[in-house]
């Protein structure tokens, strides 16, 4: 199936926990299929669940 959204966040495990996200690739291996998902800023406490740009782009895959 195509992923729509994907959903990050934080654990606050650290003493510097905060993170910026560009962006987001996700891969599955097997096919070459991929999704971008763009946030360009902080991720905010509690979350944020991120709409694909662009869906299943295929990719040759080359796993060593």
Known sequence: GELVT????LDHAGLL????LDSL???HL???R???F???GWVP??????????RAVVHS???Y
């Open 6 to 9: 994907a959903r990050v966040w």
């Open 17 to 20: 926990d905060a993170w910026h």
């Open 25 to 27: 690739t996700i891969t």
């Open 30 to 32: 097997a096919s070459g």
């Open 34 to 36: 991929a999704w971008l």
């Open 38 to 40: 763009g946030l360009q």
């Open 45 to 54: 406490k509690g979350g944020v669940t991120i709409p694909a740009k662009a």
């Open 61 to 63: 895959t080359h796993v």
